[in-house]
């Protein structure tokens, strides 16, 4: 299934992905997103997080 992953070098913890998609991304105490609903992402918005990331962080994997 295709789900979000998210690179956590590159990730600088804005939290734009988990305010348009907080059923997938949850900001952890590590101020990285981490993907804890990849299985959700058939009915939200992921594409539009992978779009607002200001540093690319977010991509798809199959
Ligand atoms: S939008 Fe990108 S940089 Fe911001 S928290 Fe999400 S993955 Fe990290």
Redesign the pocket.
């Known amino acids: 299934m295709k789900s979000p992953v998210?690179?956590y070098e590159?990730?600088?913890?804005?939290?734009?992905?988990?305010e348009?998609c907080p059923e997938v991304?949850e900001?952890k105490n590590d101020?990285?997103?981490w993907v804890t609903g990849s299985g959700k992402c058939d009915s939200c918005n992921c594409q539009e997080?992978i779009d607002?990331?200001?540093?690319?962080?977010?991509s798809w994997s199959e």
Not at 10 to 18: D, R
């Open positions: 998210v690179d590159a990730c600088i913890g804005c939290g734009s992905c988990v348009i991304f900001l101020d990285k997103a997080a607002i990331c200001p540093v690319q962080a977010i």
